[in-house]
């Protein structure tokens, strides 16, 4: 009902037919992203697309004009308000974590006489899964978790096994853990660390809440515990991900430009550094063009982003909180 009271005055006021290229647009996004409506709810998804048109079409002019280093696109989310996008797909109805009050385990102590590299890439080495996709459900924490464990097993053992978010979803509720409401990777690191965690082969990505099928018998992986970094520490980061591994972050989302992020490395100024929405895993991190980035693996498909992935601006005060809760499993 929300919806459809927030877009009546815009459906009053559009009596004008809808533009050919703006409708080719539109039956293109229903094709590629297999979308139907009713008659009722097409006419607003409609009308919601066009807002988001307009959006992305403002932004790539700055792009084009050099005015900002990345580019946006319409992408799967194209047909959803940004109301509607923070309040399905981003972290809500949850405490804040507390940095410096959820370790476990242990805090982060820098390897003796270690050298970081410049840059670095894990996809390159083998030891990232591919993108997957969350859905309409906030289990960004949970394939936050996974991949790191998923990448840090492989760094170990040499072997890549696709471990099962879902079982995080189902199983780790009584760590703290709210399913498809939200959750954070320390309390899914604590889970695995009692339980292990199954393979996704054995237990697939529903993108739901559902009853608990874990099975000792077909785990993928198990850690010791986690390791918690300092807050606000890019260069801390910068070590841990070139010397160990990929790292679990937290980062703000919430602003609109996040949702249609396209290519190029994302550097919004209405992003916060103390507002965690999401959670991310940083693979890698480079400089492109004179400008640093920390390379994201997201979990919205691989039709958002660089094929999945963004390039989020490096050493620029901890952008949209990066490095505001850094966190990896150890093994």
């Not at 079982?167 to 009584?174: A, P």
């Amino acid at each position: 009902m929300k919806l459809f009271t927030a877009v009546t005055s815009l459906l009053m006021a559009s009596d004008k037919l809808i533009p050919d290229a703006l409708k080719n647009d539109w039956d293109s996004f229903k094709n590629v992203a297999g979308k139907t409506y009713s008659a009722v709810e097409e006419q607003i998804r409609l009308n919601i697309f066009k807002t988001n048109k307009l959006f992305v079409d403002e932004y790539d002019k700055l792009y084009e004009s050099g005015a900002i280093p990345f580019k946006l696109k319409l992408n799967p989310f194209a047909d959803l308000s940004h109301e509607e996008f923070l309040n399905t797909i981003l972290l809500h109805n949850i405490s804040e974590p507390q940095p410096q009050q959820s370790v476990r385990e242990a805090n982060y102590v820098s390897p003796e006489n270690v050298k970081v590299p410049d840059e670095i890439d894990w996809r390159k080495k083998g030891v990232v899964t591919p993108v997957k996709n969350q859905g309409n459900c906030a289990s960004c924490w949970t394939f936050s978790s996974a991949g790191a464990i998923e990448s840090h097993h492989a760094i170990k053992n040499g072997n890549l096994i696709p471990l099962s978010e879902q079982s995080l979803i189902d199983c780790s509720k009584t760590y703290g853990t709210l399913g498809c409401e939200g959750g954070w990777m320390y309390q899914a690191y604590n889970y695995v660390k009692d339980n292990g965690i199954d393979k996704e082969e054995s237990y697939p990505y529903k993108g739901m809440v559902d009853t608990c099928q874990h099975d000792d018998g077909k785990q993928g992986a198990s850690v010791n515990g986690y390791i918690n970094m300092p807050s606000g520490n890019e260069e801390l980061l910068k070590e841990a991900v070139g010397t160990i591994g990929p790292v679990s972050v937290t980062l703000d989302a919430s602003v609109p430009s996040f949702q249609f992020y396209s290519e190029g490395i994302y550097e919004e100024p209405k992003c916060k550094n103390n507002y965690p929405t999401h959670a991310v895993l940083v693979v890698g991190y480079g400089t492109e063009n004179g400008r640093d980035y920390w390379l994201i693996k997201n979990s919205w498909g691989t039709k958002w982003g660089e094929n999945g992935y963004m390039k989020l601006a490096r050493n620029k005060n901890n952008h949209c909180g990066i490095a505001y809760w850094p966190c990896f499993p150890s093994m």
